[in-house]
């Protein structure tokens, strides 16, 4: 599982996939890992909500990222904690250490914000629907 932000940072050019192929991808294989504990949309929506939280702050204090940075990274170690609880799955795990491990500025966290925005809306569907559709809709 890769995840890549930009297309062209120093133009500021996102990825055009980053929030619709890229972010299915990643809610499918989170919603595949999915058991009776592991992935449930309210254990994953804690950590969407944190992520909500920061992005508040920082929308009307954007000096507060390199305050706010630290914090924000910590969601690597609860992951793993609720990794180890059996609540996320390690493909969950991953998408949030692969996605923290690339915000250096606001700029990474503002894409970041986003991606995990995308990747919610995928991953509430494939759980309300039960889908098993591959990535970009097709089955």
């Known amino acids: 599982m890769e995840v890549k932000f930009w297309k062209d940072k120093n133009k500021r050019l996102l990825d055009p996939e980053l929030f619709s192929t890229k972010a299915e991808e990643l809610a499918m294989v989170v919603y595949k890992e999915q058991s009776n504990k592991a992935n449930k949309p309210t254990q994953i929506r804690k950590f969407y909500d944190e992520v909500l939280r920061f992005d508040g702050i920082l929308k009307t204090k954007p000096s507060e990222f ?72 097709r089955r």
Do not use: C, Q
């Open 66 to 137: 390199e305050n706010i940075l630290p914090y924000l990274k910590m969601l690597n170690a609860k992951a793993a904690y609720a990794m180890g609880r059996d609540l996320v799955s390690k493909g969950f795990k991953d998408f949030i250490s692969l996605s923290l491990n690339h915000i250096k500025d606001k700029d990474d966290f503002d894409a970041f914000a986003g991606l995990f925005e995308a990747f919610m809306g995928y991953y509430k569907f494939y759980d309300e629907k039960g889908e098993t559709l591959s990535p970009g809709g």
